[in-house]
């Protein structure tokens, strides 16, 4: 199977700059969410702060699974 994506430039420019940055906000992504597990699972950190980075890490990954985006 093979896809193919096709743009009409410079009218689709910034769809066309979506496409090409995908992987690296993929990535970005990943990177945020090791961040979030690593400070919340590893972080010396108050106990309010540990608590709110457990809740950013909770809204991160929702936000992810409401947009069935899986990382």
Not at 21 to 33: H, N, P, S, T, W
Not at 40 to 67: A, C, M, T
């Amino acid at each position: 199977m093979k896809a193919k994506l096709t743009f009409n430039l410079p009218e689709e420019q910034e769809d066309f700059k979506l496409a090409c940055q995908a992987v690296d906000m993929k990535q970005v992504l990943i990177e945020i969410a090791m961040e979030l597990r690593s400070l919340h699972k590893y972080g010396e950190l108050p106990v309010n702060q540990w608590e709110i980075v457990g809740d950013i890490r909770d809204r991160f990954n929702s936000i992810l699974n409401d947009y069935n985006i899986e990382i």
